[in-house]
């Protein structure tokens, strides 16, 4: 009995240290600044899109705020125009794999290195700068993405306020959400490619300026 409870133990830990990228078990990402001021971040992940991901810049925009964006890579591949336009304007861009299937942690290191290389040739292609951030698909993290990861030389972005706005929610829900959870130095994550993306990421900014909180760049927040 008491074997299976260790054995049972162990592995819960395991699974916690792979699902949560702010434990750093197997690397250590950026995922909340140790900041006093009231300053966060603003990342979108699996763009670009072509209808959601031109509305998100022009509300940026309209706003005077930057931000990260961790692409998809065949999706940049397919939409160069939107990935230059992104860094025209200021924003970042980070490797986020090429395919973003729910396999990739599974991958050999081999073959996953050589999707993220698969990632940064296609932003290169498109913007002619090579990336160095990167954000695992869903946050996961084990040891292959680590050795996958220093190989690379890749600086790891994590969260510290996590939208779910992927989950089918009323938008005022996901609102709502991120609210709660602001705080000083948070690194809040949205996507890009939903519907309402531009009406969701308006309503933070305004809502984040009337509580007092500036928006940064990530690489400003966390000065790297």
């Known amino acids: 009995m008491y074997v299976a409870i260790l054995v049972v133990g162990f592995l ?7 699902v949560s990228i702010s434990a750093g078990v197997y690397v250590k990402a950026f995922c909340r600044a140790k900041s006093s001021s009231k300053v966060v971040a603003l990342t979108f992940d699996d763009g670009p899109d072509p209808v959601w991901t031109p509305k998100v810049i022009e509300v940026l925009r309209k706003y005077d705020v930057k931000a990260t964006f961790f692409c998809i ?3 940049v ?17 980070g490797n986020h794999t090429y395919y973003h299937t729910s396999f990739f942690p599974l991958l050999s ?9 698969k990632c940064d040739e296609a932003i290169k292609n498109a ?13 996961v993290t084990n040891p292959t993405i680590a050795a996958s990861v220093r190989k690379l030389g890749y600086k790891v972005v994590g ?3 996590r939208s779910f706005d992927t989950v089918k929610s009323e938008r005022e829900v996901v609102l709502s959400r991120i609210l709660k959870k602001a705080h000083a130095g948070g690194v809040i994550l949205m996507h890009d490619n939903l519907e309402n993306s531009d009406w969701l990421v308006e309503q933070v900014i305004v809502s984040l300026h009337s509580q007092g909180y500036e928006i940064k760049r990530l690489d400003e927040l966390f000065e790297i």
Not at 12 to 18: E, G, K, M, P
Not at 80 to 93: D, N, P, T, Y
Not at 127 to 139: D, M
Request: net charge neutral; proline share 4%; no cysteine.
């Open 127 to 139: 913007i002619g700068e090579q990336v160095t951030l990167f954000r695992p698909p869903f946050g």
């Open 109 to 117: 290191r081999e073959k996953m290195v050589a999707e993220l290389q």
């Open 12 to 18: 819960l830990l395991a699974v916690y240290a792979s």
């Open 77 to 93: 591949d397919r939409n160069s125009q939107l990935v230059k336009q992104l860094i025209a304007e200021g924003h970042l861009i």
């Open 159 to 161: 969260w510290s306020i």
């Open 73 to 75: 890579g065949e999706k």
